[in-house]
């Protein structure tokens, strides 16, 4: 069982910047996987964000937000982070990370990815 809890959630100004973190706990090691982050807005669909590959060698985002949000992962610490800069208000959503592997088709999907934390709010005010 792969338990993922994600963290650093908040409330931010507009401009301002989070970092999130994704720690697998128990006997998980995100080393062999797929890492992605997703976000799901009040009324909306559960939407990608970003992902990075097992080694950190490449990394996926939304076309909208490259250039705000960079993924990383430390596997010797077991955490995935994403780095938002330049919050914007329309960025306010629950923020979860999820565990899987890589698809090239649809990785921006959540149909790769087998384990998902909880969440965490973010919130953005104008």
């Known amino acids: 069982q792969v338990q993922l809890v994600e963290s650093g959630g908040g409330l931010v100004q507009a401009g301002g910047s989070l970092r999130l973190s994704c720690a697998a706990s128990g006997r998980t090691f995100i080393s062999s996987y797929f890492m992605g982050w997703f976000r799901q807005a009040p009324g909306k669909e559960r939407e990608f964000v970003a992902a990075?590959?097992?080694?950190?060698?490449?990394?996926y985002y939304a076309d909208s937000l490259k250039g705000r949000f960079t993924i990383s992962r430390d596997n010797a610490k077991n955490t995935v982070y994403l780095q938002m800069n330049s919050l914007k208000p329309e960025d306010t959503a629950v923020y979860y990370c999820?565990?899987?592997?890589?698809?090239?088709?649809?990785?921006?999907?959540?149909?790769?990815?087998?384990?998902w934390g909880q969440g965490t709010q973010v919130t953005v005010s104008s």
């Open positions: 990075i590959r097992q080694s950190g060698s490449s990394t």
């Open positions: 999820a565990a899987g592997y890589y698809s090239r088709n649809n990785y921006y999907t959540e149909r790769p990815y087998d384990y």
